[in-house]
């Protein structure tokens, strides 16, 4: 049975940084990455490592998001630097295995605010 645990989020002020985490179990993984969803609007892909080590960034996070590997296995950290009101949203880690099927994590909130 796969798993997909997140951690990490909460309320920053503009300009601040977050470090979300995602923990996948139960299969082979052959990507991990994170997708966000705003109030109102359709959920969008953030980040996305693959296990060949290619990693993919919405042009909306560039310079800004870094995603990278944690130091557990089969873990992915999202680091959100220099973060903006606009970052606001529910931020779900997504996987896929090497068998094709797709698994999502429960959703950490993630506000930006004064």
């Known amino acids: 049975q796969v798993h997909v645990v997140e951690s990490g989020g909460g309320l920053v002020q503009p300009g601040g940084s977050l470090r979300l985490s995602c923990a996948a179990s139960?299969?082979?993984?052959?990507?991990m990455g994170w997708y966000r969803q705003a109030p109102g609007k359709q959920r969008e892909r953030v980040a996305i490592?693959?296990?060949?080590?290619?990693?993919y960034y919405a042009d909306s996070v560039k310079g800004r998001f870094t995603i990278v590997r944690g130091n557990d296995k089969d873990t992915i950290v999202l680091q959100m630097n220099s973060l903006k009101p606009e970052d606001t949203a529910v931020y779900y880690c997504?996987?896929?295995?090497?068998?094709?099927?797709?698994?999502w994590g429960q959703g950490t909130p993630v506000t930006v605010s004064s």
């Open positions: 490592l693959s296990s060949g080590g290619n990693v």
């Open positions: 139960g299969s082979i993984f052959s990507f």
């Open positions: 997504q996987t896929g295995t090497i068998g094709g099927y797709v698994y």
